[in-house]
Structure formats: structure tokens, C-alpha cells
């Protein structure tokens, strides 16, 4: 934990197949090389079959082993509970095959004091691997606890329809005011484009699942949340 009081976490899901880890100690040694340090570490083995404690530069990480494959949103949220219960403010979510550049971290915690400790989605602005840029709401972010109680997680339902967009449009209609973009002028993430991903196999059915799932979206009810 830093001076300021604020601890970062940062969670990463590995699914099953051989593409799902073949970049994933390149996006360790990018968590690693943070000019502000991470303060915790935990790797979502999604039937992957890891080997070893994670490492992140000296930075030693724990594998949360789940007992079937789950998928990446029900992975997501493990890694975020995970990261909550070991005491996080932010949790950022990384896919393995993405980097972060030296700047992330700390941009991240100085618009999160900037916005005294605001609950919310801390977006960041993306640079794919294709030469892209893009600085809208995305994949690419941090999450706190208040807004995992507020809105439940990620909904399973959106497993292979976009779970981030789906969860971005619940909150564009329902919570605007927890969208915040992390403030610089560059690209803090840089994402890999490659023919292994998901997003490849994606067809119009997603934005008829985003839009029913915006539609109907309703605070949690149930009773433990979150300790």
C-alpha cells in the first residue's frame, strides 16, 4: 500500500486454451514494470492448468484454480471478489495476452484521489496492436467495491456477448456518473489483437443481449454482499 492509502490490485482470468497464456508472462513483466507498483496480484486459472505462484517483477501473486471452466465473466468476478476480501480499493481487470504501460498504475491512483476515492469504472484509453486507438469506455479498467455492490458484477448472462459492453451500456443508462475515464494523455493499456480472441467469433446476437440486459437491469437484492 502507498502513502496516499490506496491499494491496487490487479486480476488477471486465463482460460483453457494454449492461446489463453502464450502472452501471459509478457503482461506479468508490464505489471511488473510499473512506475507505481501494484500491491496485489491474482490469476484466475480457468482450467488452463498454471504452474507455479504467479510473478510480476518482485511482486508475488496468487491462483485462484476454478473447479470447472467457467468462462471470462464468472472468472472476472471471481478475480475481483478475490481482490476485495484481500482488502483493494481498485481492481484492475487485464486480459493475459494485453500489457500495461509504466504510466498505468500511477495515472489510475491519481484520478482516484482526484476524485476523492469516487466509486466507479475507471476506464482507460486502449492502443491495439493494429495501430487503433481508442478512448471510450472499454474492457480495459478498474473497479471498486462500491460499484460491485451497487451493480452485482458482471452479469453471467452476457458470457460470449461482449460482457463489457453490456455492463458499459447498463451503466451509461443506469449509473452514468461511474464511468470515469483515467486521466492521460496517452494509451495505458495496449491490446493484442490476435485470431485466438473471442471477440472474432461475435455476431449481431450481442446487441440484442446488451440491450435486454440493459432494459432489465435491477439493483442486487440478495442479502450478503461483498464482506
Request: aromatic content about 8%.
Amino acid at each position: 500500500m502507498h502513502e496516499e492509502g490506496v491499494r491496487i490490485a490487479v486480476a488477471i482470468p486465463v482460460g483453457p486454451k494454449a492461446v489463453h497464456g502464450q502472452w501471459l508472462q509478457a503482461c506479468l513483466d508490464s505489471i511488473g514494470d510499473q512506475d507505481r507498483k501494484a500491491d496485489d496480484l491474482i490469476l484466475v486459472d480457468d482450467m488452463h492448468g498454471l504452474e507455479g505462484p504467479p510473478m510480476a517483477g518482485s511482486l508475488p501473486g496468487i491462483t485462484y484454480r476454478t473447479p470447472w471452466n467457467l468462462g471470462v465473466v464468472s472468472s472476472f468476478n471471481i478475480g475481483i471478489a478475490v481482490a476485495l476480501r484481500r482488502k483493494a480499493d481498485l481492481v484492475v481487470m487485464i486480459g493475459a495476452d494485453d500489457k500495461m504501460r509504466p504510466e498505468a498504475l500511477g495515472r489510475l491512483e491519481e484520478t482516484y484521489l482526484k476524485a476523492d476515492r469516487a466509486d466507479g469504472y475507471y476506464w482507460f484509453a486502449v492502443e491495439y496492436s493494429t495501430g487503433y486507438t481508442q478512448r471510450a469506455a472499454c474492457h480495459e479498467a478498474a473497479v471498486t467495491k462500491g460499484l460491485m455492490e451497487l451493480t452485482g458484477g458482471f452479469d453471467p448472462r452476457s458470457e460470449g456477448a461482449a460482457p463489457d459492453a453490456c455492463f458499459i451500456s447498463m451503466l451509461m443508462v443506469h449509473h452514468p456518473s461511474m464511468l470515469r475515464e483515467v486521466e492521460t494523455r496517452g494509451f495505458p493499456i495496449w491490446h493484442r489483437v490476435h485470431d485466438g480472441q473471442e471477440t472474432k467469433r461475435r455476431t449481431g446476437v450481442d446487441l440484442q443481449v446488451r440491450g435486454t440486459l440493459t432494459e432489465t437491469w435491477e439493483p442486487p437484492e440478495w442479502g450478503r454482499m461483498w464482506q
